[in-house]
């Protein structure tokens, strides 16, 4: 069970990481740079971290 939890943390981690990416680089763009991660940040992202679970 420890493994699991830890797994779970990695991919809580990971997710957060490249969606913190993506918002940065939409600010760059000329996207929305409030500094706060939204839900719409983690949607665009589930497909490719689903595939990497």
């Known amino acids: 069970m420890k493994l699991v ?3 779970i943390d990695i ?3 990971e997710a957060f990481l490249r969606s913190k990416d ?5 600010a ?3 996207g929305l ?3 706060f991660l939204q839900v719409e940040d983690l949607e665009k ?3 490719q971290l ?3 679970f």
């Open 5 to 7: 939890g830890k797994y």
């Open 11 to 13: 991919f809580v981690t």
């Open 22 to 26: 993506e918002r940065k680089t939409a």
């Open 28 to 30: 760059k763009n000329g």
């Open 33 to 35: 740079a409030d500094g």
């Open 45 to 47: 992202l589930a497909p």
């Open 50 to 52: 689903v595939l990497d």
